[in-house]
C-alpha cells in the first residue's frame, strides 16, 4: 500500500473521509475493495510489513472480509512481527469455521513470544482464542479447548476451564463430561 493509499485508510477509517473522497484518494471502485483487501494483506505479509497489514485490516473493518482472506489471515496469526493478533482471532471467530482450529490451537502456543502482549498477565488473550474455537463449536474445536485444560500454564488452563464451563451441554451429558474433563 503507497503512502497516499495508507493515508486514505486511516484518515477514511478515522471519519474525516467520506467514502466518495476514500474512494477518490484511494482510487478504487467499492467493487473492487475485498480483492484489494486480499491483495494488501498478502502484500503485507510477503514484506513483513505490520503498518499495511494494519491499514489493511482498517479497510476490511470498514466494508468486510470475504472468505478469500482466511488462508492469509492464518498465516499472518502465525508470525509474530505484527501486533494485530487480537484482531485476526475476532476475525476468525466471526468466520467460525473449522478449518480456523489448528490456527487457533497454533496462537495460544505463539503468545509467549509476542512481546508486544507482556502486560497480559491475565490471560485475555487465551479468552479471545477461547472464545474463538467455542464459536466455531465442532468437536476439533472443543476438544482443542479441553486439551488446553489440562495445560501446564496455569493461565491458559484456567482460561481453558472457564471457556468449557460456560458450553451449553445438555445435562445429562454434563455430570459425565466433567469426569472426563478431570481424569
Request: proline residues 2%; negative net charge.
Amino acid at each position: 500500500m503507497n503512502e497516499t493509499q495508507g493515508n486514505a485508510v486511516l484518515e477514511y477509517s478515522l471519519d474525516r473521509l467520506s467514502e466518495g473522497e476514500f474512494l477518490i484518494n484511494y482510487d478504487i471502485s467499492k467493487q473492487e475493495i475485498p480483492a484489494e483487501i486480499e491483495k494488501q494483506l498478502s502484500k503485507a505479509l510477503d514484506e513483513r510489513n505490520s503498518n499495511n497489514v494494519e491499514l489493511a485490516l482498517m479497510l476490511g473493518f470498514k466494508y468486510e472480509f470475504s472468505e478469500s482472506v482466511l488462508s492469509i489471515l492464518h498465516r499472518l496469526l502465525e508470525c509474530i512481527w505484527h501486533s494485530k493478533h487480537e484482531d485476526i482471532i475476532g476475525l476468525l471467530q466471526g468466520f467460525s469455521l473449522p478449518l480456523s482450529v489448528k490456527p487457533l490451537c497454533n496462537a495460544v502456543e505463539l503468545k509467549e513470544q509476542l512481546d508486544y502482549l507482556n502486560y497480559d498477565d491475565y490471560g485475555s488473550y487465551y479468552k479471545k482464542c477461547f472464545w474463538a474455537l467455542n464459536s466455531i463449536g465442532n468437536d476439533e474445536a472443543i476438544d482443542t479447548i479441553r486439551e488446553f485444560s489440562n495445560h501446564q500454564d496455569t493461565i491458559i488452563s484456567e482460561q481453558a476451564k472457564y471457556r468449557l464451563s460456560k458450553l451449553a451441554i445438555p445435562k445429562e451429558k454434563k455430570s459425565s463430561f466433567w469426569r472426563g474433563l478431570f481424569k
